[in-house]
Antibody
Framework: EVQLVQSGAEVMKPGHSLRISCKGS????????IAWVRQMPGKGLEWMGS????????RYSPSFQGQVTISADESISTAYLQWSSLKASDTAMYYC?????????????????????WGQGTLVTVSS | QSVLTQPPSASGTPGQRVTISCSGS????????VNWYQQLPGTAPILLIY???QRPSGVPDRFSGSKSGTSASLAISGLQSEDEADFYC???????????FGGGTKLTVL
């Protein structure tokens, strides 16, 4: 069974650093992109960025570039999302998800990779 | 404000058919396929529809997807109380060079 298991909830103070994790199992970890998605309280889903563990190629949404760092350790099939200085506005649920699909194009339409499966989520609360 | 536009809410009674729309532009839905996700209360999202109209194994055929031009739709027939959830559309955006989501639609089964 393909599974992503995330680290537990965190309560942090502003200005502190944090790294949360996402461990993959049941598939070849190095051959699939892993994405991080933010969901602020009562809000929708936002793509933050993705990493290809096979070569650590990393892409960021412009909204999150410079605000977080995404990394991966293929030896333990784990992806990470980290902050160097948390803000209260970072309070949210964070999900990791595997990106699936071939990304091919045909007839003027390209196939969007899909997120499947998702991790269970990591709640990050930043408060003084 | 989300790149893809969805109605914030939708509702129906058990057994009814409900549709949820997702509107985009030429840089996303107009040139890339659409995926749909269901998020039950208090849980992580799950994949519901991929490549516009494909259902993963285990998803009932009551759920169907379609796309035309720069818009897509999710249809749910034979509505059941357990369908009450938030639904999100998503597509690759060529301008952003990344995936974008709709704002989500909260489905209520009356």
């Amino acid at each position: 069974e393909v599974q992503l298991v995330q680290s537990g909830a965190e309560v942090m103070k502003p200005g502190h650093s944090l790294r949360i994790s996402c461990k993959g199992s049941g598939y070849s970890f190095t051959r699939h992109w892993i994405a991080w998605v933010r969901q602020m309280p009562g809000k929708g889903l936002e793509w933050m960025g993705s990493i290809y563990p096979g070569d650590s190629d990393t892409r960021y949404s412009p909204s999150f570039q410079g605000q977080v760092t995404i990394s991966a350790d293929e030896s333990i099939s784990t992806a990470y999302l980290q902050w160097s200085s948390l803000k209260a506005s970072d309070t949210a649920m964070y999900y990791c998800a595997r990106l699936e699909g071939m990304g091919y194009c045909t007839g003027g339409e390209c196939s969007t990779k899909w997120f499947d499966p998702w991790g269970q989520g990591t709640l990050v609360t930043v408060s003084s | 404000q989300s790149v893809l536009t969805q109605p914030p809410s939708a509702s129906g009674t058990p057994g009814q058919r409900v549709t949820i729309s997702c509107s985009g532009s030429s840089s996303n839905i107009g040139s890339n396929t659409v995926n749909w996700y269901q998020q039950l209360p208090g849980t992580a999202p799950i994949l519901l529809i991929y490549n516009n109209n494909q259902r993963p194994s285990g998803v009932p055929d009551r759920f169907s997807g379609s796309k035309s031009g720069t818009s897509a739709s999710l249809a749910i027939s034979g509505l059941q109380s357990e369908d009450e959830a938030d639904f999100y559309c998503a597509a690759w955006d060529d301008s952003l060079n990344g995936p974008v989501f709709g704002g989500g639609t909260k489905l209520t089964v009356l």
